[in-house]
């Protein structure tokens, strides 16, 4: 099991780049514009952590931060452009575990959700896929208990994968996550690949869904 995120964001580029980040980190992550479905979210998601931005149509990350209290003992972390101290005590005062104002550094923002799933003990580092085991605070990575010789490339690839374990990620989308690139670059994305689907073993983990990508799954 890893550390289940809810992140609440009603701007699209924030909520797409915030969810991406989460996965590299080994979370799981269901992202929502806003906070309709909150309360089904909570009981069918149960997320560890909610991630709620303030200023929302409909119902406010305030509004949504008491609801999230009353049903769920999760984490909470709020996202606001709005920096006005007494913003921020409220927010704390009403039950929110961290506060963190926009615009933010996507690597700061990863490390305050993690400070408050390790103060809550429920950060887990350990991403298994049948016998696949990848420790991401260790950068380890084992296969039946047989230790893999990945480069930094390969584990941060792997990692993303685990991360949308099950779902068919695209070339795109692996190339913004694992190299930060924008231009379309297929043979790069190709390469790697095919290197840690060899490193992986067998039975097969890694699979190529033609025309859509990759997906990363235990053997049936």
């Known amino acids: 099991m890893v550390a289940r995120v809810l992140v609440v964001e009603d701007a699209e580029a924030i909520r797409t780049a915030v969810g991406i980040a989460l996965e590299e980190a080994g979370c799981e992550v269901l992202t929502r514009a806003d906070g309709e479905t909150l309360e089904r979210d909570l ?7 909610v991630l709620l ?9 305030f509004a949504l931060l008491e609801v999230v209290r009353e049903v769920s003992n999760a984490g909470i972390v709020l996202l606001t452009a709005r920096d006005a101290v007494e913003d921020r005590l409220h927010g704390l005062r009403t039950g929110a575990d961290d506060y963190v104002v926009k615009p933010f550094v996507l690597a700061e923002l990863i490390a305050r959700v993690e400070a408050v799933l390790r103060r809550m003990g429920r950060l887990r580092t350990v991403l298994e896929i049948g016998d696949l085991a990848i420790d991401v605070e260790a950068s380890s990575v084992t296969r039946g208990g047989k230790q893999l010789d990945l480069t930094a490339t390969e584990l941060k690839l792997l990692t993303f994968l685990a991360g949308r374990r099950d779902k068919v990620v695209g070339k795109a989308q692996i190339l913004a996550a694992v190299w930060g690139y924008d231009d379309y670059a297929a043979n790069l994305v190709e390469v790697h690949v095919s290197a840690l689907r060899r490193k992986l073993g067998t039975p097969p983990l890694l699979h190529t869904i033609r025309g859509a990508g990759y997906i990363l799954r235990a053997p049936s």
Not at 43 to 49: G, H, K, N, V
């Open 43 to 49: 009981a069918a998601f149960r997320p560890d952590l």
């Open 53 to 61: 931005d303030v200023m929302l149509p409909g119902r406010d990350g």
